[in-house]
């Protein structure tokens, strides 16, 4: 529904499915890894271990949470604007 992908690590807002957020992490990390690693030309661990999450009450307004998401470059001092940054979206925003 929304995400960034900052220069060290990224943040989401999913609705998990199928998948527990423990499944769906280590499929994104471990193919995030091995595209990022055949682009390089390097091999080994990419992302750190482990990860935090949050989990949002059914009926907890979503749009918060997208805007904290996407505004993460602004509060890091990487761009002026949000638009400005280029990888992010949300399905509302």
């Known amino acids: 529904m ?3 992908i900052m220069p060290d690590h990224f943040h989401w807002l999913i609705q998990l499915e199928q ?14 890894t091995l595209t990022i690693n ?9 992302w750190q271990t482990g990860y935090h999450d949050r989990a949002i009450r059914d009926g907890e307004d979503l749009l918060p949470f997208a805007r904290y998401i996407v505004a993460n470059p ?3 001092g990487l761009v002026d604007k949000i638009g400005d940054y280029p ?6 925003l």
């Open 19 to 32: 998948q527990t957020l423990a499944q769906l992490m280590q499929a994104i990390k471990s193919r995030s």
């Open 2 to 4: 929304a995400w960034v």
């Open 74 to 76: 602004l509060r890091a």
């Open 87 to 92: 990888l992010w979206d949300a399905c509302w």
């Open 38 to 46: 055949r682009a390089l030309n390097e091999s080994g661990a990419f």
